[in-house]
Nanobody, 119 residues
Framework: QVQVVESGGGLVQAGGSLRLSCAASGSFSSANVMGWYRQPPGKQRELVATITSSYLTNYADSVKDRFTISLDSAKNMVYLQMNSLKPEDTAVYYC?????????????WGEGTQVTVSS
């Protein structure tokens, strides 16, 4: 079993900052890619940022230069530093982990953490 747990969401004013954390734990040998996705109210889930075990990063255009993803591979934890937040960043933020286990790669999702940005 693999668990993915997010923390750090909350309510913040526009222009403010929040830091999200995500921990992957359980029976797996390594995490290949970890990332953050978000689902705004009434919309589909979308990519925010991903990071590989080699520390290669990918960002959605809407968050480039404002958000930073980082990885602590020893702890299987990924972080999302969000600066200059805008009301349109309001969403449930989900952590995703691609891990190696039982000879193949599996994808696991956390339950999400709410981020609300007030104008």
């Amino acid at each position: 079993q693999v668990q993915v747990v997010e923390s750090g969401g909350g309510l913040v004013q526009a222009g403010g900052s929040l830091r999200l954390s995500c921990a992957a734990s359980g029976s797996f040998s390594s995490a290949n890619v970890m990332g953050w996705y978000r689902q705004p109210p009434g919309k589909q889930r979308e990519l925010v940022a991903t990071i590989t075990s080699s520390y290669l990063t990918n960002y959605a255009d809407s968050v480039k230069d404002r958000f930073t993803i980082s990885l602590d591979s020893a702890k299987n934890m990924v972080y999302l530093q969000m600066n200059s937040l805008k009301p349109e960043d309001t969403a449930v933020y989900y952590c995703n982990a691609h891990v190696n286990a039982r000879g193949t790669t599996w994808s696991y999702w956390g339950e999400g953490t709410q981020v609300t940005v007030s104008s």
